[in-house]
């Protein structure tokens, strides 16, 4: 069966720091990987996608970016945190294929930038 | 314009009522994809149920059935005999199929309903 592994799960990180989220799937292969933010009491709005090892790409202008260095590894970052990056920030993914298909997500990671 | 709206900020049921949460969408695309997600405190986006536009009948999963009017852009979530585990943040989500915009067709996710249960 499928897994999604998000980690860390909690980070606090004072402004101006780097970012660094990581984002791993197992038991699939070419999936389509999904980086959503969810603000306080908010929706999830969609980060990044990406279709394959090095194809990003980004929804939202902001200081994030992503990264895809393997087929199953999926990487949030930043070089200098602000205060608005705080969030609950959640990985996807769904199976290479089109279609309605669902996404699955993974446990999350609560960001705090102070 | 909102594509995806939920009107219910919170709601609150008996245990082992039924609860519909209202969601209505907005899209031009043909073909397109629902879905309803659970995300109790603890953050996880869990999937419950999925309706394909060209579905005929609705979608029933377990306890879960979604009410799908097509006409009236509609997908409602019926939970049927509630359970104190049900209380959770509820999101109605649509995936267009077609119309990708370059996003193959990633969730747009409407702003959630609160679901309490009471016993």
């Known amino acids: 069966s499928q897994t999604i592994h998000q980690w860390p799960a909690t980070l606090v990180q004072p402004v101006g720091s780097p970012l660094s989220l990581e984002c791993t799937v197992e038991g699939t292969s070419n999936p389509n990987l999904y980086w959503y933010r969810q603000a306080a009491g908010r929706g999830l709005q969609l980060l990044f996608y990406?279709?394959?090892?090095?194809?990003i790409s980004s929804e939202v202008p902001q200081n994030l970016s992503a990264s895809r260095p393997q087929d199953r590894q999926f990487i949030l970052s930043s070089k200098k945190l602000l205060l608005s990056d705080s969030g609950f920030y959640l990985c996807?993914?769904?199976?290479?294929?089109?279609?309605?298909?669902?996404?699955?997500f993974g446990p999350g990671t609560r960001l705090t930038v102070t | 314009a909102q594509k995806i709206t939920q009107t219910q900020p919170g709601m609150f049921v008996q245990e082992k009522e039924a609860v519909t949460l209202d969601c209505t969408y907005d899209?031009?695309?043909?073909?397109?994809?629902l879905f309803w997600y659970k995300q109790p405190s603890s953050g996880e986006m869990i999937f419950l149920i999925y309706?394909?536009?060209?579905?005929?009948q609705n979608a029933t999963e377990g306890r879960y059935s979604l009410n799908f009017q097509k006409a009236r852009k509609s997908a409602n979530l019926v939970i049927s005999a509630s359970q104190l585990g049900d209380s959770a943040m509820y999101f109605c989500?649509?995936?267009?199929?077609?119309?990708?915009?370059?996003?193959?067709?990633?969730?747009?996710f409407g702003k959630g309903t609160k679901l309490s249960v009471k016993p």
């Open positions: 990406s279709v394959g090892i090095g194809q």
């Open positions: 309706q394909g536009s060209y579905d005929q």
């Open positions: 899209t031009s695309d043909p073909s397109y994809g």
């Open positions: 996807a993914w769904s199976p290479f294929r089109s279609g309605g298909y669902e996404q699955y």
């Open positions: 989500a649509m995936r267009e199929l077609q119309n990708y915009g370059g996003s193959q067709g990633n969730l747009i």
